[in-house]
Antibody, heavy 116, light 112 residues
Framework: QVQLQQSGAELTKPGSSVKISCKASGYTFTSYDISWIKQRPGQALEWIGAINPGSGGTGYNEKFKGKATLTVDKSSSTAFMQLSSLTPEDTAVYYC?????????WGQGVMVTVSS | DVVLTQTPVAQPVTLGDQASISCRSSQSLVHSNGNTYLEWYLQKPGQSPQLLIYKVSNRFSGVPDRFIGSGSGSDFTLKISRVEPEDLGVYYCFQATHDPWTFGGGTKLELK
Protein backbone atom coordinates (compact mmCIF):
# COMPACT_ATOMS: atom_id res chain seq x y z
CA GLN A 1 0.00 0.00 0.00
CA VAL A 2 1.10 3.55 -0.67
CA GLN A 3 2.78 5.18 2.31
CA LEU A 4 4.62 8.44 2.90
CA GLN A 5 6.62 8.25 6.11
CA GLN A 6 7.93 11.57 7.36
CA SER A 7 10.81 12.22 9.76
CA GLY A 8 10.37 13.21 13.38
CA ALA A 9 9.62 16.49 15.07
CA GLU A 10 12.30 19.18 15.05
CA LEU A 11 13.12 21.88 17.59
CA THR A 12 15.38 24.51 16.08
CA LYS A 13 16.69 27.98 16.77
CA PRO A 14 16.01 31.18 14.83
CA GLY A 15 18.44 31.67 11.98
CA SER A 16 19.20 27.97 11.61
CA SER A 17 18.16 25.48 8.92
CA VAL A 18 16.35 22.17 9.07
CA LYS A 19 15.95 19.32 6.59
CA ILE A 20 12.93 17.05 6.85
CA SER A 21 12.27 13.90 4.89
CA CYS A 22 9.40 11.98 3.33
CA LYS A 23 10.06 8.32 2.47
CA ALA A 24 7.73 6.84 -0.13
CA SER A 25 6.79 3.18 -0.44
CA GLY A 26 4.21 1.05 -2.18
CA TYR A 27 4.53 2.67 -5.61
CA THR A 28 7.09 3.71 -8.20
CA PHE A 29 8.65 6.81 -6.65
CA THR A 30 9.53 8.46 -9.94
CA SER A 31 5.99 8.20 -11.33
CA TYR A 32 4.44 10.91 -9.14
CA ASP A 33 5.45 14.38 -8.02
CA ILE A 34 5.77 15.11 -4.32
CA SER A 35 4.31 18.33 -2.94
CA TRP A 36 4.93 20.00 0.40
CA ILE A 37 2.25 21.82 2.39
CA LYS A 38 2.58 24.04 5.48
CA GLN A 39 0.06 24.32 8.31
CA ARG A 40 0.72 26.81 11.09
CA PRO A 41 -0.96 25.98 14.44
CA GLY A 42 -4.71 26.43 14.13
CA GLN A 43 -4.34 27.83 10.61
CA ALA A 44 -5.21 26.84 7.07
CA LEU A 45 -2.98 25.02 4.63
CA GLU A 46 -0.40 26.61 2.31
CA TRP A 47 1.14 24.98 -0.74
CA ILE A 48 4.92 25.33 -0.70
CA GLY A 49 5.96 23.64 -3.92
CA ALA A 50 6.45 20.37 -5.74
CA ILE A 51 9.24 18.22 -7.10
CA ASN A 52 9.32 15.64 -9.87
CA PRO A 53 11.43 12.77 -8.50
CA GLY A 54 12.27 11.51 -11.97
CA SER A 55 13.75 14.72 -13.34
CA GLY A 56 14.40 16.64 -10.14
CA GLY A 57 12.44 19.52 -11.62
CA THR A 58 10.80 21.80 -9.06
CA GLY A 59 8.05 24.38 -8.85
CA TYR A 60 7.68 26.74 -5.91
CA ASN A 61 5.08 29.06 -4.52
CA GLU A 62 6.82 32.44 -4.92
CA LYS A 63 6.24 33.05 -1.21
CA PHE A 64 8.54 30.15 -0.33
CA LYS A 65 11.35 30.77 -2.80
CA GLY A 66 14.53 31.22 -0.82
CA LYS A 67 12.89 29.63 2.23
CA ALA A 68 12.30 26.06 1.03
CA THR A 69 14.53 23.85 -1.12
CA LEU A 70 13.12 20.57 -2.43
CA THR A 71 15.30 17.61 -3.35
CA VAL A 72 14.98 13.86 -3.73
CA ASP A 73 17.14 10.76 -3.37
CA LYS A 74 15.85 8.26 -5.91
CA SER A 75 17.96 5.44 -4.46
CA SER A 76 16.00 5.57 -1.21
CA SER A 77 12.68 6.87 -2.61
CA THR A 78 12.91 9.81 -0.27
CA ALA A 79 11.97 13.44 -0.78
CA PHE A 80 13.49 16.19 1.30
CA MET A 81 12.65 19.77 2.14
CA GLN A 82 15.22 22.10 3.61
CA LEU A 83 13.98 25.23 5.34
CA SER A 84 16.53 27.98 5.84
CA SER A 85 16.92 31.16 7.90
CA LEU A 86 14.21 29.95 10.24
CA THR A 87 12.02 32.39 12.14
CA PRO A 88 9.14 31.78 14.58
CA GLU A 89 6.75 32.20 11.58
CA ASP A 90 8.17 28.93 10.23
CA THR A 91 6.81 27.05 13.25
CA ALA A 92 4.30 24.71 11.65
CA VAL A 93 3.43 21.18 10.67
CA TYR A 94 4.83 20.35 7.26
CA TYR A 95 3.17 17.66 5.17
CA CYS A 96 4.39 15.88 2.09
CA UNK A 97 1.76 14.59 -0.32
CA UNK A 98 1.84 12.48 -3.46
CA UNK A 99 0.69 14.47 -6.45
CA UNK A 100 -0.89 12.84 -9.47
CA UNK A 101 -3.88 14.84 -10.63
CA UNK A 102 -4.50 15.65 -6.94
CA UNK A 103 -2.98 15.01 -3.48
CA UNK A 104 -4.09 11.42 -3.01
CA UNK A 105 -1.73 10.29 -0.25
CA TRP A 106 -0.29 12.38 2.57
CA GLY A 107 2.47 11.89 5.08
CA GLN A 108 1.67 12.12 8.77
CA GLY A 109 3.26 15.57 9.05
CA VAL A 110 6.38 16.91 10.79
CA MET A 111 6.15 19.51 13.52
CA VAL A 112 8.93 22.06 13.20
CA THR A 113 9.26 24.42 16.16
CA VAL A 114 11.50 27.48 15.92
CA SER A 115 12.30 28.91 19.30
CA SER A 116 15.26 30.44 21.05
CA ASP B 1 -2.78 34.91 -5.91
CA VAL B 2 -6.22 33.31 -6.15
CA VAL B 3 -8.15 33.75 -2.92
CA LEU B 4 -10.62 31.03 -1.98
CA THR B 5 -13.24 32.21 0.50
CA GLN B 6 -15.07 29.49 2.38
CA THR B 7 -18.35 30.02 4.19
CA PRO B 8 -19.38 29.39 6.82
CA VAL B 9 -16.25 29.29 8.96
CA ALA B 10 -18.02 26.88 11.30
CA GLN B 11 -21.05 24.71 10.61
CA PRO B 12 -22.78 23.22 13.67
CA VAL B 13 -24.77 20.13 12.69
CA THR B 14 -26.86 17.36 14.16
CA LEU B 15 -25.94 13.86 13.05
CA GLY B 16 -28.14 12.87 10.15
CA ASP B 17 -28.52 16.48 8.94
CA GLN B 18 -27.37 17.82 5.61
CA ALA B 19 -24.45 20.27 5.56
CA SER B 20 -23.39 22.64 2.83
CA ILE B 21 -20.09 24.48 2.44
CA SER B 22 -19.42 27.24 -0.07
CA CYS B 23 -16.09 28.04 -1.72
CA ARG B 24 -15.88 31.21 -3.81
CA SER B 25 -12.81 32.06 -5.85
CA SER B 26 -11.43 35.52 -6.63
CA GLN B 27 -11.20 34.45 -10.27
CA SER B 28 -12.49 31.74 -12.53
CA LEU B 29 -10.94 28.33 -11.94
CA VAL B 30 -11.44 27.13 -15.49
CA HIS B 31 -8.02 26.18 -16.83
CA SER B 32 -6.98 26.95 -20.39
CA ASN B 33 -7.28 23.20 -21.07
CA GLY B 34 -10.97 23.30 -20.11
CA ASN B 35 -10.61 21.50 -16.79
CA THR B 36 -11.51 23.05 -13.44
CA TYR B 37 -9.00 22.01 -10.78
CA LEU B 38 -11.08 22.50 -7.65
CA GLU B 39 -10.69 19.91 -4.90
CA TRP B 40 -12.09 19.32 -1.44
CA TYR B 41 -10.13 17.89 1.47
CA LEU B 42 -11.20 16.89 4.97
CA GLN B 43 -8.84 17.16 7.91
CA LYS B 44 -10.09 15.15 10.85
CA PRO B 45 -8.80 16.11 14.31
CA GLY B 46 -5.15 15.18 14.72
CA GLN B 47 -4.90 13.75 11.20
CA SER B 48 -3.48 14.68 7.83
CA PRO B 49 -5.92 16.03 5.23
CA GLN B 50 -7.62 13.47 3.00
CA LEU B 51 -8.96 13.93 -0.51
CA LEU B 52 -12.72 13.84 -0.96
CA ILE B 53 -13.50 15.46 -4.32
CA TYR B 54 -11.41 16.38 -7.36
CA LYS B 55 -12.23 18.41 -10.49
CA VAL B 56 -15.29 19.92 -8.80
CA SER B 57 -17.52 16.86 -8.61
CA ASN B 58 -15.54 13.61 -8.83
CA ARG B 59 -15.47 11.54 -5.67
CA PHE B 60 -12.09 10.01 -4.82
CA SER B 61 -11.90 6.24 -4.37
CA GLY B 62 -13.74 5.07 -1.27
CA VAL B 63 -15.50 8.38 -0.58
CA PRO B 64 -19.18 7.78 0.27
CA ASP B 65 -21.80 9.06 -2.14
CA ARG B 66 -23.24 11.34 0.55
CA PHE B 67 -20.43 13.75 -0.42
CA ILE B 68 -21.46 15.79 -3.46
CA GLY B 69 -19.35 18.47 -5.09
CA SER B 70 -20.82 20.96 -7.52
CA GLY B 71 -20.28 24.36 -9.08
CA SER B 72 -18.54 26.07 -11.92
CA GLY B 73 -16.41 29.08 -12.74
CA SER B 74 -15.71 30.68 -9.39
CA ASP B 75 -18.54 29.36 -7.23
CA PHE B 76 -18.42 25.87 -5.72
CA THR B 77 -20.29 23.88 -3.09
CA LEU B 78 -19.71 20.73 -1.11
CA LYS B 79 -22.84 19.08 0.24
CA ILE B 80 -22.81 16.32 2.81
CA SER B 81 -26.10 14.55 3.20
CA ARG B 82 -26.83 12.62 6.40
CA VAL B 83 -23.76 13.76 8.38
CA GLU B 84 -22.07 10.91 10.26
CA PRO B 85 -19.61 11.16 13.18
CA GLU B 86 -16.63 10.39 10.93
CA ASP B 87 -17.47 13.46 8.79
CA LEU B 88 -16.56 15.90 11.55
CA GLY B 89 -13.45 18.01 11.05
CA VAL B 90 -12.23 20.90 8.92
CA TYR B 91 -13.02 21.00 5.21
CA TYR B 92 -10.73 22.84 2.79
CA CYS B 93 -11.28 23.71 -0.82
CA PHE B 94 -8.16 23.90 -2.97
CA GLN B 95 -7.41 25.16 -6.47
CA ALA B 96 -4.67 23.98 -8.78
CA THR B 97 -5.70 25.98 -11.84
CA HIS B 98 -3.59 29.07 -11.15
CA ASP B 99 -0.05 29.35 -9.81
CA PRO B 100 0.45 29.44 -6.90
CA TRP B 101 -1.99 26.77 -5.88
CA THR B 102 -4.07 27.89 -2.92
CA PHE B 103 -6.33 26.54 -0.19
CA GLY B 104 -9.42 28.09 1.29
CA GLY B 105 -9.46 29.12 4.93
CA GLY B 106 -11.36 26.05 6.05
CA THR B 107 -14.83 25.25 7.38
CA LYS B 108 -15.16 23.38 10.66
CA LEU B 109 -18.00 20.88 10.69
CA GLU B 110 -18.90 20.35 14.35
CA LEU B 111 -21.71 18.97 16.46
CA LYS B 112 -24.39 21.34 17.71
Amino acid sequence: QVQLQQSGAELTKPGSSVKISCKASGYTFTSYDISWIKQRPGQALEWIGAINPGSGGTGYNEKFKGKATLTVDKSSSTAFMQLSSLTPEDTAVYYCARLGDYFDYWGQGVMVTVSS
Amino acid sequence: DVVLTQTPVAQPVTLGDQASISCRSSQSLVHSNGNTYLEWYLQKPGQSPQLLIYKVSNRFSGVPDRFIGSGSGSDFTLKISRVEPEDLGVYYCFQATHDPWTFGGGTKLELK
